[in-house]
């Protein structure tokens, strides 16, 4: 069967991809914008050697992406994010399209991180290359045989003001 409408009007052979990646992007955003309300009013500080280990999986993820290192960065992700992309490349490639200040931000700032229930929520400030500040809030959980990975990031225009 062939598609008789004009070209332009046509699907794109990876229209499908990019709707699942933008929907699945969406549903991170929301699963963690449900963690952050709660997080305002019984957030506890993390331990400081928590808190320690938590910046260092975000660093040496940031690092990958900067180095263009996919491999490196794909397992930073929590199993439940790996397991949503085939292999690292489509991990990579949903990071660069949905999240291209995470890359190589010209500047990194972290905050200090809280935990609700187990989940530890990292806000950082992003400045990228182009000087544009960014707020992103990692969701961190502790996974029993490799400690902390990112289970996702929301990310927002910063207003520049401090996060406290």
Same mark, same amino acid.
Request: aromatic letters at 6%; glycine letters at 4%.
């Given at each position: 069967?062939?598609?008789?409408?004009?070209?332009?009007? !046509?699907?794109?052979?990876?229209?499908?991809?990019?709707?699942?990646?933008?929907?699945?992007?969406?549903?991170?955003?929301?699963?963690?914008?449900?963690?952050?309300?709660?997080?305002?009013?019984?957030?506890?500080?993390?331990?400081? @050697?928590?808190?320690?280990?938590?910046?260092?999986?975000?660093?040496?993820?940031?690092?990958?992406?900067? +180095?263009?290192?996919?491999?490196?960065?794909?397992?930073?992700?929590?199993?439940?994010?790996?397991?949503?992309f085939?292999?690292? +490349? @489509?991990?990579?490639?949903?990071?660069?399209?949905?999240?291209?200040?995470?890359?190589?931000?010209?500047?990194?700032?972290?905050?200090?991180?809280?935990?609700?229930?187990?989940v530890?929520?990292?806000?950082?400030?992003? !400045?990228?290359?182009?000087?544009?500040?960014?707020?992103?809030?990692?969701?961190?959980?502790?996974?029993?045989?490799v400690?902390? !990975?990112?289970n996702?990031?929301?990310?927002?225009?910063?207003?520049?003001?401090?996060?406290?």
């Amino acid at each position: 069967m062939t598609d008789d409408r004009e070209p332009h009007l !046509r699907p794109s052979p990876h229209a499908h991809g990019l709707r699942r990646r933008s929907a699945l992007r969406r549903l991170l955003q929301w699963s963690l914008a449900g963690l952050l309300a709660p997080a305002a009013t019984s957030a506890a500080v993390l331990a400081e @050697s928590d808190a320690r280990a938590v910046r260092a999986v975000i660093e040496a993820q940031l690092h990958a992406f900067a +180095a263009d290192d996919a491999e490196r960065a794909h397992p930073y992700a929590s199993s439940t994010i790996r397991t949503q992309f085939a292999d690292a +490349a @489509s991990f990579m490639a949903m990071v660069r399209a949905g999240y291209p200040m995470v890359v190589r931000p010209a500047s990194v700032t972290f905050f200090q991180p809280s935990s609700v229930d187990g989940v530890v929520l990292q806000k950082v400030q992003l !400045r990228d290359r182009a000087g544009r500040l960014w707020q992103a809030t990692y969701q961190l959980l502790q996974q029993a045989t490799v400690g902390w !990975r990112i289970n996702g990031c929301t990310v927002m225009v910063d207003s520049g003001k401090s996060l406290t």
